[in-house]
C-alpha cells in the first residue's frame, strides 16, 4: 500500500483549499500514510518546496480562507521534460502519490502526472463551479454568500437613488455564479455566456422595468469576460430613467472563512482522495454527483459538455 503521499494547491485559489488540506492530511495520517506538503502548486515540485506536515502542522486552518501551501501557475509544465524534474524530485522524497487541489488546468498536469507513474487524484478547487463532473466546486458556496452579501448592500443604496446597478461577478465562462447569485438576490437580470448579451435588449428591459413596472432600482448581474460594465453603466444612463453604476467585485470572491457547506465538502472529498489512494488508484478526480461524492476519471471529466442549467435559468425567468 501506499506509505508517503503528496498534496499541492494549485491555480486560481478558493476558499475551502485549507479544509481540503487538512482532511487530506489527517485522514492519511490515521491510516498510517506520511503527507508530504508540496508549496506554490506544481513550481514548488519542480523547485522542490516540499516539505513533511504532521498533524499540528493544519491545525487551525479549517476555517481560513486562501491556502496554507500557496498557490502558483506554471505553463512550462505542459513540458515534459519539466514535468520529469518533478517526478525526479518526488522520487527522492519517496513521495509516490498526490492529491492535487485545483482546477481543469491543475487536472491536466494531475493527468500527464499520473500517465508518468505517479498515481494523483484531483479535487475541485475553484469557486468557478466550471468543473462540471462536479454538480459543485469547493470555494461555490464561499463565493456565492460574498456575492450575496455585496448585492444585498447595493440593493440597499441603488434603491435610494433610483439607479441600475450593474455587477460583474467570476465564473470563468461558467454562469453558475451569476444565476445563483441572481436568484438568490432576486435580480432582475442576469447576464451569462450561457444567456447571451444582446445589449439592447437588456436596454429595453430596463427602461420596462423603470417605466411600466416602477421599479425604484434594478440589478443587473453579469459573468466577467462578457462587455465592459462601465461603459455598458453608462449606456444604461443615457437609455434610460436609471443612472446606471457598475461594480467589479473582482478578487474579494476568493477570499473570505469558507462556509460551513465548502469545509464539509471539503472535507468528504478529502477523504475520498485518500480512499482512492489507498486503493491504488490515480488518474481520476473527486466530484459530487446526485449528493454522492464519487470518482471520475479525470480524461472524462476533462470533456464533459458543460450543463447549460436550463431549469434554474427558467426558474428566474419565472420569478422576475
Ligand atoms: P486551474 O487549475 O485553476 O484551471 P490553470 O489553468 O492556470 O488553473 O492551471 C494551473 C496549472 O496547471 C498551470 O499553471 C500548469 O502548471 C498546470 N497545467 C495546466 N494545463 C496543463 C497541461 N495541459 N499539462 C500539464 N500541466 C498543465
Same mark, same amino acid.
Given at each position: 500500500m501506499v506509505k508517503r503521499i503528496g498534496i499541492l494547491t494549485s491555480g486560481g485559489d478558493a476558499p475551502g483549499m485549507n479544509a481540503a488540506i487538512r482532511a487530506v492530511t489527517r485522514v492519511a495520517i490515521h491510516a498510517g500514510i506520511e503527507v508530504y506538503g508540496i508549496y506554490d502548486g506544481y513550481a514548488g515540485l519542480v523547485n522542490d518546496k516540499i516539505e513533511k506536515l504532521t @498533524? !499540528? &502542522?493544519? !491545525? &487551525?486552518? %479549517? &476555517? @481560513?480562507?486562501? +491556502? $496554507? %501551501?500557496g498557490s502558483a501557475r506554471l505553463p /512550462?509544465? $505542459? /513540458?515534459e521534460s519539466v514535468r520529469l524534474k518533478a517526478v525526479e524530485n518526488l522520487k527522492k522524497h519517496g513521495i509516490e502519490a498526490l492529491v492535487v487541489i485545483g482546477g481543469d488546468g491543475s487536472y491536466r498536469g494531475a493527468l500527464a502526472l499520473t500517465e508518468m507513474g505517479i498515481n494523483c487524484i484531483g479535487l475541485p478547487g +475553484?469557486? *468557478?463551479? *466550471?468543473? +462540471?463532473? !462536479? *454538480?459543485v466546486s469547493i470555494g461555490f458556496d464561499t463565493a456565492l454568500e460574498t456575492i450575496v452579501d455585496a448585492v444585498d448592500k447595493l440593493r440597499d443604496t441603488s434603491s435610494s437613488h433610483q439607479r441600475c446597478s450593474i455587477v460583474e461577478v467570476m465564473g470563468n465562462r461558467c454562469g453558475d455564479l451569476a444565476l445563483w447569485a441572481g436568484l438568490a438576490t432576486g435580480a432582475e437580470i442576469v447576464v451569462t455566456q450561457q444567456t447571451g448579451f444582446e445589449e439592447t435588449e437588456v436596454l429595453e428591459q430596463l427602461q420596462y422595468f423603470y417605466e411600466i413596472a416602477k421599479k425604484r432600482h434594478a440589478i443587473v448581474i453579469i459573468s466577467e469576460k462578457i462587455t465592459d460594465v462601465h461603459a455598458f453603466a453608462k449606456k444604461v444612463s443615457l437609455n434610460t430613467g436609471y443612472s446606471g453604476r457598475a461594480t467589479i467585485l473582482g478578487h474579494v470572491q476568493r477570499g473570505g472563512s469558507p462556509t460551513p457547506v465548502d469545509r464539509v465538502l471539503a472535507s468528504q472529498m478529502g477523504e475520498k482522495a485518500v480512499d482512492l489512494l489507498m486503493a491504488g488508484k490515480g488518474g481520476l478526480c473527486v466530484a459530487k454527483q446526485n449528493n454522492q461524492i464519487v470518482a471520475v476519471p479525470i480524461s472524462e471529466a476533462l470533456d464533459m459538455p458543460r450543463s447549460s442549467r436550463k431549469a434554474l435559468q427558467n426558474l428566474f425567468n419565472r420569478l422576475i
Open positions: @498533524r !499540528s &502542522d493544519v !491545525s &487551525d486552518i %479549517l &476555517d @481560513r480562507g486562501g +491556502t $496554507k %501551501l /512550462e509544465f $505542459k /513540458e +475553484t469557486i *468557478d463551479n *466550471d468543473i +462540471t463532473c !462536479s *454538480d
